[in-house]
């Protein structure tokens, strides 16, 4: 799996300044912080764990899971079914009270103290060596996409800074305009194409629209 120093160098490629003198690390951090960010809301990173109850009740902490979940896309409990099974799935959401998960059960469902669930969930991706990041969770194929994204938020940034520098050169600014346009092209493209490849079932569709809509 691509490292956080690996991508980087193939967006400095893009932006044509291969050795870095243009942008510093701070600034290709930042740039892969929002390319991620973007990826993952067309692609976020699916994970299956099993959490066991520790206590009673309808509203459970999710505590010790590997990634903060993002939405929930499947519930499954009691965990295994006891005859066999495929295990129910009950009505249930998630919520944040003080930055901690919270599991909640909407259809009357009570879990008793030392229950397990099974919970299928999107989380954020991450990218080994960004963050602290330990490991990467970018599927295998689509690094070169976070590299183009990266490139566009780097240039963007770079423009913001021209903008109010004395002495920049005065056609800079156009011409990263101009690559940063045909990038960000490019990448809602490819965004756009993988999320028709992989539709999530659970992801959360928003409000339904009425006849004044």
Known sequence: MT???TLKSRALQLLGDPDG??????????AFRQALATY????PQVRTEAITFASAGAEQPLEGLECPPLYLLEVSYPYPASDGLKPPRPACTLAYIDGAALLRFADGTTPA???????????????EGL?????????????GV????????AALQRI?????????PPAEPERLRELAEKYLERFNLELFSL???QPLQGFPTGFNLDEWD
């Open 131 to 143: 963050d602290g990041a330990a490991a990467g969770s970018i599927p295998g194929g689509h690094e």
């Open 3 to 5: 490292d956080y120093s």
């Open 195 to 197: 999320k028709s490849v």
């Open 21 to 30: 003198t243009r942008y510093d690390d701070a600034t290709l951090q930042e």
């Open 40 to 43: 993952t809301r067309t692609c």
């Open 146 to 153: 976070i590299a183009l994204g990266a490139a566009v938020f």
């Open 113 to 127: 103290a030392g229950e397990q669930a099974r919970l299928t969930y999107a989380a954020r991706h991450t990218l």
């Open 160 to 168: 913001h800074r021209l903008a109010g520098s004395i002495g920049a």
